[in-house]
């Protein structure tokens, strides 16, 4: 079956401006996670979402940043106001019941010039 | 709290060699998990392994093992007979009973394979 998907690929924007990242999981996988990676690091967590809701965003920077899962399937990530420093890989994974294994999308590269 | 640590920033050898990859982990919970996950220039992250706390058995699969030691908190990764396509970076990361759903990863090995 088909994999995680995000859309898009790339993304470059302006210091200041709104993006949305989309999230499309494995079909039937209830858990959802949203990481960023940054050049040479590995993933950090951001938010984790069981269902329609996050189970835990402490991982999210600042009130900057917001993520929806409103039918439990797709997921958006939300950044207001970019800053420079926001520029990095965005990974989303899915999990099948958040005790397991994630599996990760191929990601978002998001430069904010 | 929960931290790994990948020594190893990047690694080359030549193809056929064997080489090991190592990660160390620090948790206070008694139930955690591990993984380790390849990353190839393609970007996109793929499982390898998960293993339990309380499994220290060493596991083998094709030309990939791992080494999990709790007295040394280690949960080393070994490639035999490395081929040019295991270039990528490996990432090793850990879950904790405290929040099995946050993952935390190492800063990742760098693999070179040349021919």
């Known amino acids: 079956g088909a994999g995680v998907s995000q859309t898009p690929s790339n993304k470059v924007t302006e210091k200041g401006k709104y993006v949305e990242l989309r999230c499309d999981p494995i079909s039937g996988h209830t858990a959802l996670y949203w990481y960023r990676q940054s050049l040479g690091q590995g993933p950090e967590f951001l938010i984790y979402?069981?269902?329609?809701?996050?189970?835990?965003d402490s991982g999210l920077p600042n009130d900057r940043f917001f993520a929806v899962r409103p039918e439990g399937s797709v997921s958006t990530l939300k950044i207001q106001r970019t800053e420079r420093g926001d520029s990095a890989v965005y990974l989303c994974?899915?999990?099948?019941?958040?005790?397991?294994?994630?599996?990760f999308g191929p990601g978002t590269r998001l430069t904010v010039l | 709290a929960q931290k790994v640590t990948q020594a190893q920033t990047e690694i080359s050898v030549v193809e056929k060699e064997d080489v090991t990859l190592d990660c160390v982990y620090e948790t206070r919970d008694t139930t955690y998990y591990l993984f380790w996950y390849k990353q190839p220039p393609s970007g996109e992250l793929v499982f390898l392994i998960r293993r339990n706390s309380f499994d220290e058995q060493n596991e083998i699969s094709g030309r990939y093992s791992w080494n999990f030691q709790k007295s040394t908190s280690s949960f080393n990764f070994t490639i035999t007979a490395s081929q040019v396509v295991d270039s990528a970076v490996y990432f090793c990361?850990?879950?904790?009973?405290?929040?099995?759903?946050?993952?935390?990863f190492g800063s990742g090995t760098k693999l070179n394979v040349k021919p």
């Open positions: 979402f069981q269902g329609t809701g996050a189970a835990d």
């Open positions: 990361a850990l879950s904790g009973r405290s929040n099995f759903n946050k993952f935390y």
């Open positions: 994974a899915s999990s099948a019941d958040g005790y397991n294994e994630q599996f």
